[in-house]
């Protein structure tokens, strides 16, 4: 009755486009992370297990215009 349509879709295609995503993004990450961790309330975010979304913008931005 219901055929996963999924099933047809060849898997060559989307490998390619997650190499893609993972060339570009993973210096993106990388940089992020760097930064991150040395802002001066970092240790403070850790322990609260979260931190200020507007710092992730922030950096984000700086990262990717340096990469």
Known sequence: M???KTSNIKTYPRQQLWQ???KKN??????LLSQIGKHPEFETWRQKGKYPTYNVRMY???ADDEI
């Open 20 to 22: 893609l995503m993972v």
């Open 26 to 31: 993973t210096p993106l990450i990388n940089k």
């Open 60 to 62: 984000s931005t700086k």
């Open 2 to 4: 219901f055929q996963n």
